[in-house]
């Protein structure tokens, strides 16, 4: 498998870790499900990237198994934070967003589905720790546009689609501000209850 991954390093770095580019996000420690269902979603195209599209369009769904595994298990170091500089006023109001949501809104608290400590829940929810702002707006706006889905019902489109440029600047920058944490990992499948359905997380992350 390290070998079979060398393709990746280029754009992920070794081990997943990321690059400095701003843009290529990291792989590493992602929750397995998270990863697969990236993969399957580009090679069929509900998920848009050419250099990504091509790269798996013939490779097996065996393959695209091995490498969500692959990703999933390693414990790279984590990246240096270089959050963007915003006031004050934004980071808060991607705070009260990112913890509260804002119900006249329709816009949930983001910590509903990723988890109170932002670490996602296995095996389709990913953290949203140690992302860079950069990454995080152009995935919102992948989900507002269109040219980024999920299995259905697709619950970050509904959640993107009540958000505005400015509530998404306000949560990228916010997010890009938190750190993960050295051990962190995605809280077990089951643990906590989804406020509403999403099809990457079967059951809505009901304990069986
Ligand atoms: C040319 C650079 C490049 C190469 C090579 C590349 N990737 Fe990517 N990959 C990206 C970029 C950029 C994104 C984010 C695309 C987007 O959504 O706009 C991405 C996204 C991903 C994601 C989703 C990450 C997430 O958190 O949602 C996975 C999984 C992934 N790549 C796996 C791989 C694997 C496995 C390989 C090797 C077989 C690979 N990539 C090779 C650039 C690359
Ligand atoms: C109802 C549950 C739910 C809520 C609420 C929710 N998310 Fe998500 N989020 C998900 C799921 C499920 C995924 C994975 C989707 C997929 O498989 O591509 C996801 C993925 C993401 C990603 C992609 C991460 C990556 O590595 O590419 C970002 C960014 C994100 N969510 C941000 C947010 C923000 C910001 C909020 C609050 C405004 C929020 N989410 C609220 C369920 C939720």
């Known amino acids: 498998m390290a070998e079979r991954v060398q393709a990746c390093t280029p754009c ?5 870790r990321g690059t400095n580019d701003p843009y290529f996000p990291r792989l590493g420690g992602k929750p397995a499900g998270y990863l697969y269902n990236q993969l399957e979603a580009f090679k069929n195209g509900r998920r848009k990237y ?3 599209n091509y790269l798996l369009a013939y490779l097996t769904d065996d393959y695209l198994r091995q ?3 692959y ?3 390693q414990r790279p170091e984590l990246p240096k934070q270089n959050p963007p500089e915003v006031s ?12 509260q949501g804002d119900l006249d ?10 988890g109170g400590s932002l670490t996602g829940q296995a095996p389709g929810i990913p953290g949203l720790l140690g992302l860079r702002s950069s990454y995080i707006s152009a995935q919102l706006g992948g989900w507002r546009y269109g040219t980024r889905t999920a299995k259905a019902p697709d619950c970050m489109q509904i959640v993107a689609g009540h958000l505005t440029e ?5 949560v990228a920058a916010y997010l ?7 051990g962190s990992a995605p809280s077990p499948a089951g643990s906590f209850a989804l406020p509403f359905a999403c099809g990457s997380q079967p059951d809505g992350g009901k304990q069986q």
Do not use: W, Y
Not at 105 to 114: F, N, T, Y
Not at 166 to 170: F, I
């Open 12 to 16: 992920h770095g070794l081990q997943g």
């Open 166 to 170: 400015n509530d998404v600047r306000a």
């Open 105 to 114: 809104r329709s816009i949930p608290a983001c910590v509903g589905c990723h």
């Open 176 to 182: 890009a501000t938190l750190s993960q944490p050295p």
């Open 67 to 69: 490498f969500a595994e």
């Open 88 to 99: 004050k006023e934004v980071l808060d109001h991607g705070h009260a967003l990112v913890t």
């Open 50 to 52: 050419p250099p990504m």
């Open 71 to 73: 990703f999933s298990d």
